[in-house]
């Protein structure tokens, strides 16, 4: 079975601090990982996908496949990051999303 | 460009009446899903589109939830006899292929449901 665990449902921080959203996923395959976000009042888009190995707006997140993450990090955290966060699986040859419950990160001035 | 649009943005119905969703996919794109977001649930999936291939149904929670496709477009997921616990924002997505593989799925603003 597909799942994907996001084990805290909140996370506040200050600004310029470092932040951490824990995904972590079960899948006997080759997945694909993503990370999906929801500013206030906004549509669900796409933050960063694992292939593409890429930094979008300060955030990377490596596949560890041994660990079954894809944690999302941040150095220095802005106060514009403050939205919901979405970890989402594609399984090999499956078309649909499998998406964690979701984390609501705060950044305070 | 325009992006995936879902009408109406709010839905108030009585329990056991039929509710109608409209998704329109950004154009040219030939995947399209709906999803289900409820407190405490997340983002489940319902159905899946792709071109004319048949559709998959896996996510649909009931025989009472059904959607069409016409035209390789629009799309419409149809609730009937709705129940309290259908109260969600429904979400539609649409993708284009790339490699054989569908690509970024782009999410419209949602529909919310709401079953008094």
């Known amino acids: 079975a597909q799942r994907v665990t996001q084990p805290e449902k909140l996370l506040s921080v200050f600004k310029g601090a470092p932040v951490e959203l824990k995904c972590n996923y079960s899948y006997s395959g080759s997945p694909e990982l993503f990370w999906y976000v929801q500013y206030s009042r906004q549509r669900l888009q796409l933050l960063l996908r694992?292939?593409s190995r890429e930094s979008i707006k300060g955030f990377t997140a490596d596949l560890n496949k041994g660990e079954t993450s894809f944690h999302l990090k941040k150095p220095f955290a802005q106060e514009e990051d403050s939205a919901m966060y979405y970890c989402?699986?594609?399984?090999?040859?499956?078309?649909?999303?499998?998406f964690g419950k979701g984390m609501k990160l705060t950044v305070n001035p | 460009g325009a992006g995936v649009s879902q009408s109406p943005s709010n839905k108030v119905t009585e329990k056991g009446k039929d509710v109608e969703l409209r998704c329109d996919p950004i154009?040219?794109?030939?995947?399209l899903y709906w999803y289900r977001q409820s407190l405490g649930q997340g983002l489940e999936f319902l159905i899946y589109?792709?071109?004319?291939?048949?559709?998959?149904k896996s996510g649909l929670p009931s025989d009472r939830f059904s959607a069409e496709r016409t035209g390789g477009s629009v799309s419409t997921l149809t609730i009937q006899r709705t129940q309290q616990e259908d109260s969600a924002v429904y979400l539609c997505a649409s993708s284009s292929i790339y490699r054989d593989l569908t690509d970024t799925q782009y999410f419209g603003p949602g529909t919310r449901l709401t079953v008094l």
């Open positions: 694992h292939i």
């Open positions: 154009s040219g794109h030939t995947a």
């Open positions: 989402a699986l594609r399984g090999s040859g499956s078309e649909k999303l499998v």
């Open positions: 589109f792709q071109g004319n291939s048949a559709p998959d």
